[in-house]
């Protein structure tokens, strides 16, 4: 299907634990972004990437890692979950060009117990 | 640095009645604006979006927006609410440099019937 999917759609995972959150898009967007969202935060930005290999920190990326080895995937993990990780994560992609507005993924719900 | 407020966490408004949902950025250069609805458990689409075309933005779902560069603003408004309405709404802003969004707290809309 064309688009961006996220896996899992759901996950609970205990507090030390490594867990990978999965970001597919179909439309080979050159920019892909991690977002998480929190009450009263809003959507904060933890990495994002402007291309294959190239990878930039966001407002918020301590005990997140990203990779960017293919254009069409950005897995987000925590490298030993947290609970002030519990938050749901959204994936966007969006095109080179300026302007253009991210398309984003159904969400992930995390809860680190 | 750009950074985006919402005026008002939460707003509420009776159906039928004039929606008016308040946006101020800041920004060292001419933005690029965005207002997303987000509804329960799903993740942000994609309203309306400024991009120096025209400063009256019409949307999706009977929304538009208005960019004022003088007030720093892009308020987005719907004269007649329906009950479908209800939702999560995010005004976000990228820089012309680069893709990287940064959005809003957010304002919860209630319809009330």
């Known amino acids: 299907d064309a688009g961006i999917t996220q896996s899992p759609r759901y996950k609970i995972t205990e507090t030390g634990r490594q867990v990978t959150l999965m970001c597919h898009q179909t439309?080979?967007?050159?920019?892909m972004f991690w977002y998480r969202q929190d009450l009263g935060h809003g959507l904060r930005l933890i990495y994002y990437s402007a291309a294959a290999d190239i990878t930039d920190k966001g407002e918020v990326p301590d005990g997140y890692v990203v990779s960017r080895s293919k254009t069409e995937n950005f897995p987000l993990t925590l490298e030993s979950a947290t609970r002030s990780q519990t938050s749901v994560y959204f994936c966007?992609?969006?095109?080179?060009?300026?302007?253009?507005?991210?398309?984003f993924g159904q969400g992930t719900r995390l809860t680190v117990v | 640095a750009q950074s985006v407020t919402q005026l008002g966490s939460h707003v509420s408004v009776s159906e039928g009645a004039l929606v008016l949902l308040r946006c101020n950025y800041s920004?060292?250069?001419?933005?690029?604006l965005f207002w997303y609805v987000q509804y329960p458990n799903q993740g942000l689409q994609l309203l309306l979006k400024y991009t120096s075309a025209a400063t009256l933005v019409k949307g999706i779902n009977g929304f538009e927006a208005e960019f004022k560069k003088s007030e720093t603003s892009f308020h987005l408004t719907k004269p007649s609410a329906h009950m479908s309405d209800a939702a999560e709404y995010f005004c976000?802003?990228?820089?012309?440099?680069?893709?990287?969004?940064?959005f809003g707290p957010g304002t919860s809309l209630s319809v009330i019937p």
């Open positions: 976000a802003v990228t820089k012309t440099s680069y893709d990287k969004v940064i």
């Open positions: 439309w080979s967007h050159s920019y």
């Open positions: 966007a992609s969006s095109n080179s060009r300026v302007g253009t507005e991210a398309f």
């Open positions: 920004s060292s250069v001419p933005p690029y």
